[in-house]
């Protein structure tokens, strides 16, 4: 049974930083991606950030520059740092698996989709206050 527990959220003034982690267990695939994706109250769920079992990254418009998706094979954990918050980045943080994945994350031309996920965190909620 694969499991995503993420963990990190919290409330942050504006301009400030948090670090989201996310522990992953039951499963080792050879080739993944894993990602996060955020949910603002009344939007749509949106990607943020990828990497893969190779460890390349890449992001979205959004947040590239102040956002760092890593991973630590060892603790099996996928961590997402954030700087520069702002208050409409409020929301729920989800980490996601994609385990059908054939091929390598590209730098700078992010693809990861909502569609693509095959298994989903609970969620951790991040709050920006201005």
């Known amino acids: 049974q694969v499991r995503l527990v993420e963990s990190g959220g919290g409330s942050v003034q504006a301009g400030g930083s948090l670090r989201l982690s996310c522990a992953v267990s039951?499963?080792?695939?050879?080739?993944?991606?894993m990602g996060w994706f955020r949910q603002a109250p009344g939007k749509e769920r949106e990607g943020l950030a990828e990497?893969?079992?190779?460890?390349?990254?890449s992001y979205a418009d959004s947040v590239k520059g102040r956002f760092t998706i890593s991973q630590d094979n060892v603790k099996r954990t996928v961590y997402l740092q954030m700087n520069s918050l702002q208050p409409e980045e409020t929301g729920m943080y989800y980490c996601?698996?994609?385990?059908?994945?054939?091929?390598?994350?590209?730098?700078?031309?992010?693809?990861?989709?909502?569609?693509?996920?095959?298994?989903w965190g609970k969620g951790t909620l991040v709050t920006i206050s201005p």
């Open positions: 996601a698996a994609d385990v059908i994945f054939v091929g390598r994350v590209v730098p700078g031309h992010f693809s990861l989709d909502a569609n693509d996920v095959d298994y």
């Open positions: 039951g499963y080792d695939y050879s080739s993944y991606r």
């Open positions: 990497i893969d079992n190779g460890g390349t990254t």
